[in-house]
């Protein structure tokens, strides 16, 4: 498929487009009520058939004074082919709760990336939620 985005106001919009793709695909295929890791597996096989690059369970330590002090693991951090990257999480059920939010506000700030993606599969339908980096600084 060949779709073009044609808004200037969001991050990255055809490579979201893409990651939002390869999880419907996986809702589509096996439903929503798999565990966690099941749906994860899955999403790897849809992001490597839509040619994006990723690494699983990517390990980011926290640090202050150069001493690692607690680390974080993404399930994916996922690339394309412009060098463009995004932290996408896999989380069972349809809601989202506040510390959500904030985790992966913290994800992206510690990292310096733009854009989170945050898929939320339930038994019925896949919900999907971009966070936005505002103090993403290009380096």
Excluded: W
Excluded at 41 to 62: D, G, S, T
Aim: charged share 25%; aromatic share 12%.
């Amino acid at each position: 498929m060949n779709y073009r985005v044609h808004r200037n106001d969001l991050v990255y919009p055809e490579f979201s487009f893409e990651v939002n793709g390869a999880l419907f695909d996986v809702f589509n295929q096996i439903g929503g009520s798999h565990p966690e890791k099941t749906i994860q597996k899955a999403v790897a096989i849809m992001l490597a058939k839509r040619e994006l690059r990723f690494v699983e369970q990517h390990y980011i330590p926290v640090k202050i004074e150069d001493k690692i002090v607690g680390k974080y693991f993404l399930d994916f951090l996922v690339k394309n082919k412009n060098e463009e990257i995004i932290i996408l999480e896999l989380k069972r059920g349809r809601y989202y709760p506040k510390n959500l939010y904030q985790q992966m506000e913290q994800y992206l700030k510690v990292i310096n990336l733009p854009l989170a993606i945050v898929g939320c599969f339930a038994n019925d339908c896949v919900v999907i939620k971009r966070i936005i980096n505002h103090d993403y600084r290009i380096s």
